[in-house]
């Protein structure tokens, strides 16, 4: 990654996003599959309603992300996050 912050850095951003975003549909399922073993009816109904409040996730285009990602490697021929 440059010191400026340039084409590098935008691909590590990417990056990033990416995982971030996939993490936390991760974490959700999770959560959800947690609550629905220990709790169940109004209680579980309210716990998953407070969950998706926490867990109101931003909606991210990872396919263009991920299609960056993939042309900025075949543009190198190599790893491209050093």
Do not use: N
């Amino acid at each position: 990654m440059d010191a400026a912050g340039g084409p590098a850095a935008s691909l590590h951003e990417a990056a990033a996003r990416i995982s971030v975003h996939d993490g936390a549909a991760r974490v959700e399922l999770a959560a959800k599959t947690a609550l629905a073993a220990t709790v169940a009816g109004d209680t579980l109904r309210t716990l998953l309603a407070a969950l998706r409040r926490v867990l109101k996730p931003a909606p991210v285009d990872t396919v263009t992300l991920r299609r960056t990602l993939a042309d900025a490697v075949t543009a190198k021929g190599r790893y491209i996050l050093e």
